[in-house]
């Protein structure tokens, strides 16, 4: 059977990166075994498997860090808990599209959300000796878990699939009830099913969070891109849902990487509610040396992991959220690409064989955006995915993201629309070459 990619080709570098299961590889492991079969190949893949900006940065953070780096802020190490512009900002921000309080005290820049998400899990696995677990609403962000591994904290997980609405009180309550629990993480929109909870659904996480005293992580990478509300106007609803409305246990973590296209300079703001920031925990300082929740994130963990967030990128970051609080740069419109090609790209799968997993959120169509999920018709997750790398195309396994569901996560955002007519060629021939019964 002729295909796009050498056949040959695939399996040799599959072989060469001892990689045993396609299925089971790393986001990483993916990236690395396209780059090696695009070196030796003539064709080109759609590559979908790894979520990159793929607009331009923000032209108002480029033109600030590029005077901060003029003004000679390089020589200069910023403070750990950030600088007191983009702290401020970042408070303003957080009220003007979430109607949520945070103090400016409580914004604290890391180097993106995956060094704030490592503080928050470090310091929350040390609150309680009897709360040894984090909890992860699935399908979620594969290398969070690799963090917890890498620490060496135990963590659950459970497909929301099945649990939506008042569902998912029971659920959460089966499992909250064993005393165990520091901490629930997800994301919202969520990575990589673009479902996104309900009014409701935050309501009863915040209820449970209070009754159980535990931490709410709340990853906010994609922020506002849930396109079926426009949710740019500052200080006016809609705003972006968020489960601080309904609890005061709670963290924020809002990238710049995907909402203003800034993720080479790695730097996010990680909000922490104003209780929780100046809780005392007693095993805090036995484990830490610190008493409160917010010290202890700042002056013990982040100073430990890097001494601080880029001084430049956080001139970058206040400068961005600056525009946006005073109603200057819409960053919403500037990334609503992604959903007008999911929805292009969701439309050539289905007519091809190809079914959208995750399809529907609640009682209403998923939203299109930075990512979708297919399946096709008796292939696990694991075989669509070897199966597509000899059409030259790619994702990951929604097996990788803690699914239940057979398929894969496709992310628009390194697509181009001129590949549109390339990629429904290849799924056409795929289509033809495995037809359904």
Known sequence: MSTPISRELVDQCISRLRIDEVGNATIREVVALVNAIEEESPEKFVRMEMGIP??????????????????????????????????????????LFMDVDVKPQGCIPSVGSMQGTYAAFMVSCHLDPQKTTVLFIDPGFPVQKQQMLVMGCPFETFDVFNYRGEALRAKLESILSKGHINSIVYSNPNNPSWICFTEEELKIIGELATKYDIIVMEDLAYFAMDFRRDLYTPGE?????????????????????????YAGQRIGIMAISDALYNRDYENLKSRFHS??????????????????????????????????????????????????????????????????????????????GFYFTIGYPGMTGGELLHNLLYYGVSAITLKNTGSEKEGLRACVSHVARSQFADLEKRLQQFHQDYPLS
């Open 54 to 95: 793929g607009l331009p940065p923000a032209k108002v953070g480029v033109e600030a860090e590029i005077e901060a780096l003029k003004d000679g802020v390089a020589s200069k190490y910023p403070m750990i808990d950030g600088i007191k512009p983009l702290k401020e900002e970042a408070s303003r921000f957080v009220k």
């Open 237 to 261: 609803p809609p705003y972006q849902s968020t489960v601080a409305r309904y609890t005061d246990n709670y963290v924020l973590f809002i990238s710049s990487s995907k909402i203003f296209s």
């Open 291 to 368: 008493n409160t929740f917010g010290n202890t994130v700042t002056q013990r963990v982040l100073y430990a992991l890097s001494s601080g967030t880029s001084h430049s990128a956080q001139h970058a970051l206040a400068a961005m959220f600056k525009a946006a609080n005073d109603g200057q740069f819409n960053f919403v419109d500037e990334v609503k690409e992604y959903g007008e090609k999911a929805k292009i790209m969701k439309d050539l799968f289905v007519k091809n064989g190809f079914q959208i997993v995750y399809e529907k959120d609640g009682d209403q169509a998923v939203a299109d």
